[in-house]
Structures are given as structure tokens and as C-alpha cells.
């Protein structure tokens, strides 16, 4: 069932007091840009006290990430620039913590090529985010892509992010997302057109 994975009943919970306040989805879409952003910043500065908070700053944007969807739904204030304001953030955002982690990770033996490799990455990762969107748009907007596992939705992986980064793996996972993310962008691409519709 869509929007009923555990991270989904957990923000639920969370954000069901807000559901009659005057919190808006908006709002908590705002909080997950801004933590977004700082955890971007933090991990590019390329220090383990930075890498630390900026694992922190990025489960906390993820969290939010799932939270204004699910206030929205509860509370029936979804709207459509509430959407695209969402789905802009999510594109940004995970296109630049690629970007941020091969910028910090610069001072490995790979020197700049991590920043390209993170810039690669960060590109496929936000096209796949566009091509989801897609086959939500053409499915119906509970439809996904890839289907929920064991009570975990696909994108429950980005929550995987901060240990890797709190592991000081960052050079691992910018070289493997720097080969993985375009060859993603292809079976994403593949089971998009399997749909017959559009691709972007």
C-alpha cells in the first residue's frame, strides 16, 4: 500500500498534532530545504565534526521529507504548488549531498576527480527523482516506480546516507555512486518506458 511503509506510520504519528494548527505542509517542506541545505554545506567542508552534524542535519531533512506529505494527506491542505514545491526540494537536495560529499571528499588521493565524480552522481540521482515523478504523474499520484519491500519504501535508503558518512566511507560511496546512479538512471529509464508513455 502506498504511503504506508514504517517510516511513513512513524512521521504519521508525529505530525498528527499539527493536522488542525496552523502548520502548514509548506512549512515543514521549508524546514526540509533549509536542513537540507545545511547538511549539503557541512558535509562539503570535508571535517569529521562537520561530516557528524551534517549526517545528523540530513536523517532530520529526510524525516521532514516524509512529514509534509504525510500532514498534507491528514490534514487534506495537499495543493498542487505544495507538490511542485516538494519535488523541487527533493531534486535539489539530493542532487547537491552528492555534490557536497565529493567536494569534502576532494582531499582524498582522488583529489578534484571526487568532485566530479560527486557531480555525476548528484545529476543521475536528481534525474531519477524527475523520472519517478514521471510515472507518478502518468500512474496516478500514489503510484511508485520501484514498489515497497517489507514495510520499506526505495528511498528509504537515503536514510542510509548519514552512517556511510559517519563511517568516513565518503570516497567509497561517491566512486560507487558516481558508477551506480547513471547505470539507476538506465533501468529507471527502462521501466519508465515499459509504461508506453513519455520520457523526460
Known amino acids: 500500500m ?6 511513513h506510520k512513524f512521521v504519521r504519528v508525529l505530525v498528527k498534532p499539527l493536522a488542525n494548527s496552523v502548520v502548514t505542509p509548506n512549512h515543514l517542506t521549508t524546514i526540509r530545504l ?3 541545505l545545511a547538511a549539503c554545506i557541512a558535509l562539503a567542508f570535508g571535517d569529521r565534526t562537520w561530516d557528524i552534524w551534517g549526517g545528523a542535519l540530513w536523517v ?3 524525516l521532514f521529507d516524509r512529514a509534509d506529505g504525510e ?4 490534514s487534506e491542505k495537499s495543493s498542487e504548488w505544495g507538490h511542485i514545491y516538494d519535488y523541487y526540494c527533493d531534486v535539489n537536495i539530493l ?7 565529493g567536494i569534502g571528499a576532494q582531499d582524498s588521493g582522488y583529489g578534484s576527480w571526487t568532485i566530479l565524480m ?9 534525474y531519477c527523482t524527475v523520472l519517478a515523478e514521471n510515472f507518478a504523474q502518468t500512474q496516478g499520484n500514489r503510484a511508485k516506480i520501484y514498489s515497497s ?6 528511498d528509504d535508503i537515503l536514510y542510509l546516507f548519514a552512517p556511510i558518512i559517519w563511517l568516513d566511507w565518503h570516497v567509497e560511496f561517491v566512486i560507487a555512486a558516481a558508477f551506480g546512479a547513471p547505470i539507476f538512471v538506465l533501468i529507471t529509464r527502462w521501466k519508465l518506458g515499459r509504461t508506453d508513455r513519455q520520457i523526460p
Request: no cysteine.
Open 34 to 36: 533549509l536542513t537540507g
Open 118 to 126: 560527486g557531480m555525476i552522481a548528484g545529476f543521475a540521482a536528481a
Open 2 to 7: 502506498a504511503f504506508n511503509s514504517w517510516s
Open 60 to 62: 532530520v531533512s529526510a
Open 149 to 154: 519491500k517489507f514495510g520499506f519504501d526505495f
Open 71 to 74: 500532514l498534507a494527506r491528514i
Open 95 to 101: 542532487g547537491l549531498f552528492f555534490i557536497g560529499v
